[in-house]
């Protein structure tokens, strides 16, 4: 009996083990929003729909669009207003449906219904047309060369189950509302949702039918996403064996993962900037000064940026890890340079003389509202923050909370200073003006929490995502950066680095937007 017991055991053991290995744990601090596909732009949360769901144009992990359920996209020389995408033809969704133009037509358009978070990154668009059941139209409201790149985070979605499942609409995820959409996903992705517990567990297996199953590596058959909030324990789990593979990688543990001989580290400069927004409306929402603002004043802002230190934090805080940032703008954007770039020099006796000459010289209060599980070292740069602030005698009660609490603050206008990072999808500046800069309204400025509104720079996003002159486009988004940079409404921190840390087994595409997609995987 007891010798029946150990080969069986033995067997179960084989058996784990082999599952295992075809088995990603994936980890990383903070979870999903949600599984509705165009209710918040937000990184982890399209880093998980991505597995599941698909765009018509993806960015590869070198950063390459290349065709995903679209194989071919042309605009037309006569109407440069008109795109026409040919579609994959013999896509299946999870639960068997075909995908066809009809499924893209109600995605697009339900991706710029009233909810979505998504709009703003094809704001461009003023109709999608069905041609035939594998080609599809999609007219600008006037010429936009950018429109493929502004394409790789809008995922399609089955028109016929969301209208069966009561999920046409968008969820609001401000409003606290849950919908089937956003607990349920049927998708044409290299994986289908298995179970999925919020904030604790999702569990995917890879799609038999999936149309790329020849095309990609799939080097796994299932994966196990796990959010794990704090950094030691999600450290602790790596160099245990309960996961493979770690985003947000504590940076005072990188040698260790390097000393390792069962671990690896892979990095890249990031796709993303992390800054500080302000309020320059004309009343703070959590008032401590009477009722008057004083960020409003632009050399106040000014003050507060010449206080940051960012060496300081890219020393002690960050560990190396990141670039001091000038402009709240990715290297990888373009429009971007290094004269923008350049860091306005600490110096707290001249930033102390900005306060005062605004009338500020006893300086003020103000809350500033961090996430705590969202970026590298989020709440340890608010904290540094804090103290480089009290130095010019602006004093700031630190608010952090989980990523779920905190951007709603920033969407809602109910922040007066918050964090914020910001990657570039479209590796092209309008993205920038269109989300940050422009005045919230309808299908722009949509992560804008400052309340700022200029006029002369709402015209010009909209005239740059229709130039078709490069030259006098480049010329216009360099004359945009100079007066951003100028109204000081964000106050840059760093670019961030990218590091992940996984099992030497593990052949992880590392890419500069953060966005794993495992299908580009392999399993040693």
């Keep these: 009996m007891t010798k029946h017991m150990l080969l069986a055991a033995t067997a179960l053991s084989l058996t784990l083990g082999a599952a295992q290995a075809e088995t990603l744990r994936w980890a990383r601090a903070g979870d999903a929003l949600t599984l509705d596909p165009h209710a ?98 999609i007219t600008t409201k006037g010429p936009n060369p950018l429109l493929p790149a502004a394409m790789p985070n809008i995922l399609m979605i089955d028109k016929d189950w969301a209208e069966a499942n009561n999920a046409v609409r968008v969820q609001d995820v401000e409003g606290g509302e849950e919908t089937f959409a956003s607990q349920n996903v049927n998708g044409t992705g290299p994986y289908r949702l298995v179970s999925r517990e919020a904030d604790a567990k999702t569990v995917m ?11 990609f590596a799939l080097g796994y058959s299932d994966i196990i996403y796990t959010p794990i909030q704090n950094p030691s324990t999600r450290m602790a789990a ?18 260790r993962v390097e000393q390792d001989p069962d671990l690896k580290i892979m990095s890249s400069p990031q796709n993303r900037v992390i800054f500080f927004g302000l309020n320059t409306g ?43 940032a000038g402009v709240i703008m990715p290297p990888f954007v373009n429009g971007w340079n290094e004269a923008l770039n350049s860091v306005p020099a600490h110096d707290i ?75 570039v999808p479209s590796y092209d500046s309008e993205y920038i003006f269109n989300f940050l800069y422009h005045s919230k309204e309808d299908l722009y400025g949509t992560w804008n929490g400052t309340r700022y509104s200029n006029p002369k720079l709402d015209e010009m996003t909209k005239a740059i995502a229709a130039e078709v002159d490069l030259d006098k486009r480049d010329a216009m988004i360099a004359e945009m950066w100079d007066m951003a940079k100028a109204d000081a409404v964000y106050l840059p921190i760093h670019h961030q680095m990218l ?26």
């Design 205 to 215: 297996t890879v799609f038999d039918g999936y149309w790329g199953k020849d095309d």
């Design 282 to 324: 004309d009343a703070l929402v959590n008032a401590t000064t009477d009722g008057a603002n004083p960020m409003a004043d632009v050399r106040v802002r000014e003050a507060m940026n010449m206080a940051i230190n960012r060496e300081a934090i890219q020393k002690v805080v960050m560990r190396g890890q990141s670039i001091p």
């Design 40 to 137: 918040q732009n937000e990184g982890p949360t399209l880093a998980l729909m991505h597995q599941m769901m698909e765009p018509l144009v993806l960015r590869n992990p070198a950063g390459e669009l290349e065709g995903a359920l679209a194989t071919s996209w042309t605009v037309s020389p006569d109407q440069p207003e008109v795109w026409t995408f040919d579609l994959r033809q013999g896509v299946k969704f999870h639960d068997g449906a075909d995908f066809t133009a009809e499924d893209v037509v109600f995605s697009m358009e339900r991706a710029l219904s009233e909810n979505s978070d998504v709009k703003g990154l094809i704001s461009s668009i003023d109709k999608v047309e069905a041609l035939d059941d594998y080609t599809v139209a």
């Design 238 to 255: 790596l160099l245990s064996g309960e996961v493979d593979f770690i985003q947000d990688v504590p940076v005072q543990d990188l040698q």
């Design 349 to 423: 006796a001249a930033a102390r003389a900005k306060l005062a000459e605004a009338g500020w010289e006893d300086g003020f209060s103000v809350q500033l509202d961090c996430p705590n599980d969202r970026y590298i070292n989020d709440e340890a740069i608010c904290q540094a923050a804090v103290g480089m602030l009290a130095q010019i005698g602006v004093k700031v009660n630190l608010n952090a909370q989980p990523k779920a609490q905190h951007f709603p603050l920033v969407n809602g206008l109910a922040s007066d200073f918050y964090m914020l990072g910001w990657g």
């Design 499 to 524: 590091n992940w840390a996984m099992k030497t087994s593990v052949g992880a595409a590392v890419d500069a937007d953060d966005q794993v997609k495992v299908k580009y995987f392999t399993a040693d």
